[in-house]
Nanobody
Framework: QVQLVESGGGLVQAGGSLRLSCAASGLTFTNYYMDWFRQAPGKDREFIGYISWSGGITRYADSVKGRFTISRDNAKNTTYLQMNSLKPEDTAVYYC????????????WGQGTQVTVSS
């Protein structure tokens, strides 16, 4: 049974930082690109970025480029989303997901973790 479990969400002031983690189990972690998405209340789900199997390739949405960094530790089957210079508009539920290749619909999803940025 595949599980992706996000953690690290919470309440932070604007300008602050958070690091989200996503621990994977039940799959061969190195076979998957790891994606991050978010969904704010009343809005569509937004792609944030992804990291390739080995971690050598990353891609980010323009809305987070330069502020967010995705990394992965294949020994721990975990991917991370480091979020700096947070803004109130970053408030959302954040999801990690596992995709076979880049730019495709992920095969597995986590349950999400709430991030709230206060002004």
């Amino acid at each position: 049974q595949v599980q992706l479990v996000e953690s690290g969400g919470g309440l932070v002031q604007a300008g602050g930082s958070l690091r989200l983690s996503c621990a994977a189990s039940g799959l061969t972690f190195t076979n998957y690109y790891m994606d991050w998405f978010r969904q704010a209340p009343g809005k569509d789900r937004e792609f944030i970025g992804y990291i390739s199997w080995s971690g050598g390739i990353t891609r980010y949405a323009d809305s987070v480029k330069g502020r967010f960094t995705i990394s992965r530790d294949n020994a721990k089957n975990t991917t991370y989303l480091q979020m700096n210079s947070l803004k109130p508009e970053d408030t959302a539920v954040y999801y990690c997901a596992a995709a076979v290749v880049a730019n495709t619909t992920p095969k597995y999803w986590g349950q999400g973790t709430q991030v709230t940025v206060s002004s």
